[in-house]
Nanobody, 123 residues
Framework: QLQLVESGGGLVQPGGSLRLSCAASGFTLGYSDIGWFRQAPGAEREGVSCISSSGGRRYYADSGKGRFTISRDNAKNTVYLQMNNLKPEDTAVYYC????????????????WGQGTQVTVSS
């Protein structure tokens, strides 16, 4: 059974950093592009970043450009999201997902999701 599991969230002060992980089971992550999304209370799920299966193509939403870095280690079946210089507006539940096809920052293009990990940026 295909499963994605996020981890690494937590409470961090503004300006701090977190690294989120997305681990896969039940399938070989290296065959799939993987995206990171986030959803704040009362808001729609928004795309943050996406990485191609080989890692050769990476996409970022404007909200994370220059601060977030997506990477993957296919040998560990894991995709990462390094988040630096975090801001209070980054507070959300962060999800990783596998798209139906290729990288996209639209949640409508995704068929598989993890359960999410909470990121809270507050002093």
């Amino acid at each position: 059974q295909l499963q994605l599991v996020e981890s690494g969230g937590g409470l961090v002060q503004p300006g701090g950093s977190l690294r989120l992980s997305c681990a896969a089971s039940g399938f070989t992550l290296g065959y799939s592009d993987i995206g990171w999304f986030r959803q704040a209370p009362g808001a729609e799920r928004e795309g943050v970043s996406c990485i191609s299966s080989s890692g050769g193509r990476r996409y970022y939403a404007d909200s994370g450009k220059g601060r977030f870095t997506i990477s993957r280690d296919n040998a560990k079946n894991t995709v990462y999201l390094q988040m630096n210089n975090l801001k209070p507006e980054d507070t959300a539940v962060y999800y990783c997902g596998a798209p139906y096809s290729t990288c996209s920052l639209s949640s409508h293009d995704y068929g598989y999701w993890g359960q999410g990990t909470q990121v809270t940026v507050s002093s």
